[in-house]
């Protein structure tokens, strides 16, 4: 079964890929392939003594961040660093789940500071400076998260000792650059990925299709443990659920996504609530029984909307919401990266809406095995 391949990020800079996924098995998403010559590459320059001291440069910048990056850390061998930000939460999520199992594949170890907004969620990344896989001991340990002014400074420190890096382009410095036009994927199973981990310096990547299905299929749980969310975000999921299963055979989630799908794409995937009611009526026509309903979006949502469906909110937190549609038994909603997440952390089966008119079979969808992927 596929994971995660990816569907087109839901962000303003890529408008171009058509979702052309309909049902998924849970946390299977789609893809499409290119081939890894098409990446841009920084202009020439003769700078192959330029290694030596763009290392010292890294070890300097990223000591200065705190005792998370002194001394080993600092100098490992092989190590891959995140330089852009891509979209919003199921975004980065998705990307870095590929990339985490890429570093668990191949023993390396994953910075990604621009996932600094959202690293307090988290378990794994809400004391870690850079967001680093895999996470060190003596993080694990402590209590306390780190502080805004420090992930700037992670933040900052990367985007400069990238642009740097670009500067310093011999032949073997360009090797550490993967920046990826929009649409274009690259294979984090495939030789040229493995080649150019063997150098050692950093290998900088910008772009959103990094993947290998393989890798994230035989890494899915550790992926899924490094984004645990913290307890203090769990305990309102947690009790959402409950209170949702009290009285229910089945917990359907609804995810309804307003705000920017208003123009994204035409306002191609803007469906009024009105028209999340219908769908939701023909479930519980179809499925019977006591069907309750977890709603989560950025909609205006009025319970009297849903006059005589068994509808329970999300918590209202963005994390919260995400987690808490992962808890449920079966995902309805637009194509969007939040929803597919949640597919992939709760291994829950998902369907995507395309079109106003679409119809939902019930049965057919939840237990569906198809393997969806586009050319």
């Not at 035989?218 to 969310?229: A, C, D, L, P, Y």
């Not at 609530?273 to 019977?288: D, P």
Request: proline share 5%; net charge positive.
């Amino acid at each position: 079964m596929a994971i995660l391949a990816s569907l087109a990020p839901i962000n303003k800079r890529q408008t171009q890929n058509p979702n052309r996924c309909r049902i998924h098995t849970p946390g299977q998403l789609e893809t499409r392939r290119c081939t890894p010559d098409a990446r841009r590459s920084p202009s020439q320059v003769d700078a192959n003594s330029a290694l030596p001291v763009l290392k010292s440069h890294l070890v300097a910048l990223l000591g200065a961040a705190g005792p998370e990056f002194t001394g080993k850390v600092a100098t490992e061998s092989w190590m891959i660093i995140i330089t852009d930000k891509y979209g919003q939460l199921g975004n980065r999520l998705i990307r870095s789940a590929h990339l985490i199992a890429a570093a668990k594949e191949h023993g390396t170890c994953l910075m990604d500071p621009m996932f600094a907004p959202y690293a307090s969620y988290f378990k794994s990344t809400r004391n870690s400076v850079f967001c680093r896989y895999p996470v060190r001991k003596s993080l694990r340990s402590s209590e306390k998260p780190s502080r805004l002014w420090q992930r700037r400074l992670a933040y900052h420190l990367t985007r400069e000792s990238a642009r740097m890096t670009q500067k310093l382009t011999g032949p073997r410095l360009a090797s550490r650059f993967i920046h990826l036009q929009d649409g274009e994927v690259y294979d984090l199973n495939g030789s040229d990925f493995r080649t150019r981990l063997e150098s050692s310096a950093p290998l900088w990547l910008s772009g959103f299709w990094f993947r290998s299905e393989t890798l994230l299929q035989t890494h899915q749980n550790e992926v899924r443990r490094h984004f645990r969310i913290s307890s203090k975000h769990q305990a309102p999921v947690d009790r959402r659920i409950a209170e949702a299963r009290q009285s229910g055979d089945r917990l359907v989630g609804i995810h309804i996504r307003h705000g920017d799908y208003q123009t994204w794409q035409g306002g191609r995937y803007f469906f009024p609530v009105s028209k999340y009611v219908q769908w939701m009526r023909s479930i519980c026509e179809q499925l019977g029984g006591k069907t309750q309903f977890l709603v989560c979006g950025n909609a205006d949502l009025d319970p009297d909307q849903f006059a005589g469906l068994n509808v329970h909110f999300g918590p209202g937190h963005m994390v919260e919401d995400l987690y808490a549609l992962a808890a449920t038994d079966w995902l309805v909603g637009p194509p969007s990266t939040f929803s597919l997440w949640a597919s992939f952390y709760g291994n829950v089966p998902l369907t995507i809406l395309e079109s106003a008119d679409q119809t939902i079979d019930a049965n057919s969808d939840i237990t569906s095995t198809e393997l969806v992927h586009a050319a």
